[in-house]
């Protein structure tokens, strides 16, 4: 019987064989690669529109030329469809001035845009444009894994997973992904959290469609292999026992 016990924990061990597609691959390179220029601090940066944006426009005083108005009574987040969607050309559809090109803008150049327009009917307009769909992806072992909704453009890694909670016990930091897309590119940074010191390389500034990856360490799989095998042996061995007191 107890080889019996034996040779099935080792049957478990072999055969419940699982891909982690968030643990680092034995063959990753064991160090950490240095950032590319698409990563490094950019104290300018302003996001800038993209086909598929959800944009409120805000007219003060003004309520039937504002889309998802901020100066409203009613919310104006994504939720309730109060916004204008970039289409496939840039283009979108603003009450009184029709068709209107935003692609490559930001927010504060669409913002002089639409002021200058409006002037044609009201003095000195006050004009604010959000874009509600500005989101960085945090995925693997964090606390609380999710996308995350941004209200600013400057955001930094540890504000993020700070955002999640946390990291979580199975966190692998020597292995920290950001996934960032540069056109019809993909860029990626390797950053080693495991150790102290060189913060402001490790806290990188993270921007809206950015994806943070938290790989797991690599005994995660040991220990959830160990958790379902013991209640299997504990009946197992119950059954020995039974049987030996029985027969």
Known sequence: MKWFIFITFLGIMTSCKTTNLLMEPKQEQETVQTLDSSFFFNPDYQYQIRKGDKLSISVWGQEELSVGSVYGIYN??????????????????????????????TTIELKEKLKAQYTQWIVNPVVDVKVLNKEITVIGEVKAPQVVTLDKDYNTLLELITRCQGFDNYANLKYVKILRQQGKHVQIANLDLSESGNYLNKNIQLYPGDMVIVPSRKHKEFDKRVATIIPFTTVVSAAAILYGTFR
Do not use: C, H, M
């Not at 469809?81 to 559809?93: F, H, P, S």
């Open 76 to 105: 104006s987040n994504s939720v309730y469809g109060k916004w204008l969607l970039v289409d496939a050309n840039g283009n979108i559809e603003i009450p009184k001035l029709g068709t209107t090109n935003v692609l490559g803008n």
